[in-house]
C-alpha cells in the first residue's frame, strides 16, 4: 500500500520587507549642510587672504637672499646706487648717432632702462611697448627714456633701424657704465650683459626710483609700460 502524503503543505514563505535606517532628522541634515558651508567659506577666505599676502609681501631672492618687491607677477629687486643716491655720470654712443650723456637730460625725469641687446626680442618688444604708451609715460612725469645695453653700437644702431624705433639705445661695450650702476648683476647671463632695469633720474640727477627687473626669481625680460609704471608710481621718492 502506497504511503499516504503527508498532511503538511508546503506553503511559500512570506516575502521580507527590507530594514531601512531610521530616517536622520531634519534638524541633523541642516546642521550637516550648514558645516559643510562654514567650512567652505573659510577655506575661500584663508586661501583669499594667502593670495593678497603673496601678491603684497617681499619675497627672497633665490641667489643672494635679499628682499624682492612688486607683484607676484613681476617681482623686482632694487640695485645699488639705489633711490635717494646720486646716478653716476657717463657718456656713450648712441644709436641716434653721436655720444649721448647723461648730463644732457639735466633738469629732467630721464628714465634709463638697461637691457640685455641684440640677442633679447622681448627687450626690443619692450622698447615698442614703452613708446606706444608715451602719452602715460609722460602723464607719470617721464620726459625722456634712455636705453643702454652692451652691444656694438653699429649694430644696436641697425637693430633700431630694424624695429623702428626712435628711442636713443646707448652702446656700453666694456660695461663700465652698466657695471657703475650694476646693472650687470640682474640678468640671465651671469655679469657679462644687463639683464632688464629700470632707473628714474630727477631732474638734479639723484635717482628716484629703481627697479632691477632681469634677476631671480622670475628673469623678466618683459613687462607691460603700465606695470613698469603702477611700480614706479607706487615706490618713487618725490
Not at 104 to 131: A, H, I, S
Not at 171 to 181: I, N, Q, T
Request: proline content about 10%; charged content about 20%.
Amino acid at each position: 500500500m502506497s504511503p499516504k502524503p503527508s498532511a503538511r503543505r508546503n506553503h511559500p514563505s512570506p516575502a521580507r520587507t527590507p530594514v531601512r535606517p531610521a530616517p536622520v532628522p531634519d534638524h541633523s541634515r541642516r546642521r550637516e549642510v550648514v558645516v559643510a558651508v562654514v567650512v567652505r567659506v573659510v577655506v575661500a577666505v584663508l586661501g583669499g587672504l594667502y593670495a593678497v599676502y603673496s601678491a603684497s609681501t617681499p619675497r627672497r631672492s633665490a641667489d643672494d637672499g635679499s628682499a624682492t618687491q612688486g607683484s607676484a607677477q613681476y617681482p623686482f629687486a632694487v640695485g645699488n646706487p639705489g633711490p635717494g643716491q646720486k646716478a653716476p655720470d657717463f657718456t656713450l654712443p648712441s644709436s641716434n648717432g653721436g655720444q649721448a650723456s647723461l648730463a644732457d637730460y639735466r633738469g629732467k625725469n630721464v628714465l634709463l632702462y638697461f637691457q640685455e641687446g641684440l640677442m633679447c626680442q622681448p627687450c626690443w618688444d619692450q622698447l615698442t611697448d614703452l613708446e606706444r604708451n608715451a602719452g602715460k609715460l609722460k602723464a607719470a612725469g617721464i620726459d625722456d627714456v634712455v636705453s643702454v645695453t652692451t652691444d656694438p653700437i653699429d649694430l644696436v644702431a641697425r637693430k633700431n633701424r630694424d624695429e623702428g624705433v626712435t628711442t636713443p639705445v646707448l652702446s656700453d661695450p666694456d660695461l663700465s657704465v652698466s657695471r657703475a650702476y650694476e646693472t650687470n648683476k640682474y640678468g640671465m647671463m651671469g655679469d657679462s650683459r644687463n639683464g632688464h632695469s629700470f632707473i628714474l633720474v630727477g631732474p638734479d640727477g639723484t635717482i628716484r626710483w629703481r627697479a632691477d627687473y632681469g634677476g631671480p626669481p622670475k628673469y623678466t625680460m618683459f613687462l607691460p609700460t603700465e606695470a613698469m609704471l603702477a611700480d614706479l608710481r607706487a615706490g618713487a621718492k618725490p
